[in-house]
């Protein structure tokens, strides 16, 4: 076990839920529950007011949070035994908080806050989705309406502006709308293909780097590198649009590769010139253009997209073992050949215009 220093960005997905109405609620206990497949290596992170005991498939595995002071909340840092893993597995995480002054622990409001990573993949979290985890119809609710205020304030019928300002108690929205505000609205929901079918059609056609190249919409602030790029990349995903998606990464991407051998935090060399969050074009990559995905915790679904590529080969670092993804196309027959770690399936499919020829299956 070890322990965050506070400073550090300890969670991932996570937020601190608790019992609605109950957060100063005196002597409390609460029961929470999180399950994952996969024997592969997991760990647990977590702090809570006022205790907690943790376990794992039954078992007892350890009890926290460390003792800090009033509104410091230390987070531990779990590795998930082995021998205790199944391909099942449920976390339980008991939670009592006193809420009276004593000599222990401070007097403090309850919350949880916890989430289970495997490697950069957060298997569960606390907060993440509540509405839908815990099926609970008030915060999908207060979710459906913060959706519908965003759209009645920020969409003007053509654009999602960027802010607001207050003026004499009234919310006046801001003149500004950039390219990174539309790829938010479309990334969380606040925006879809059916409610806004001219902007998402916009969005995908005419903001490519080549038509912003051409000076199409230029009252419209261009998105940087970190993190509307990577959104435009996700909405182009949604959309099933690989080939654009490979297009567009080597627009983006390649100059930054030939001139430093790295991928920058920025669209120019200005800042971080090799920068962790660009990793993302490889996720694209891998998921759009190979066609590789993950539908389950040891199983993987191989569907090869219809791209002017004669040959192409990934090799992923897993827990397990390595995964080796290679293929060739002549015309439209393609062959891939897969090298599996052990525990893992996978399915392969292809687009209707492909014919999957030939296919091996070997282990790694």
Known sequence: MKNDDCSSPAFR????????????Q???????T????????AELRLTAASIYRVFLNGTFLFHGPARSALGDHRVDVLPLPAALLGQ???????????YVNNFYVPKQPAFLCAEVCRGDQVLCATGRAAGALYGDERLLEKGRRLCQTIRA???????????????????????????VCQYYAFFFRVADRARHPQLYHRLLDEFS??????????QITPANAFIGNYLRLELLSQAGRSRQIM?????????????????????????SCDHGFASHAACSLIRDVLGLRRTGANSLLLHIPDLPLEHCRVVLPLPEGPLEVAGRRSGSAVSPRICLPRGYTIQIAADPCLTVVRKELLPC
């Open 13 to 24: 997905q996570a937020h601190p839920i608790w019992l609605s109405g109950r957060q100063t």
């Open 209 to 218: 780097p080549a038509s912003r190249a051409a000076g199409a919409h230029p």
């Open 153 to 179: 304030f920020s969409f003007d019928g053509e654009w999602f502006r960027d802010q607001a300002l207050r003026r004499d108690g009234v919310l006046i929205p801001g003149g500004e709308a950039t390219e």
């Open 34 to 41: 999180c399950s994952f497949s996969g024997r592969s290596p």
């Open 26 to 32: 005196v002597n409390i206990t609460a029961g929470f």
């Open 247 to 271: 297009e567009e990464i080597k627009t983006f991407f390649a100059p930054m590769a030939a001139l430093t051998g790295t991928l920058w935090e920025h669209m120019g060399p200005c800042a």
């Open 88 to 98: 099942e597995n449920v976390v339980a995480i008991e939670v009592v908080n006193f």
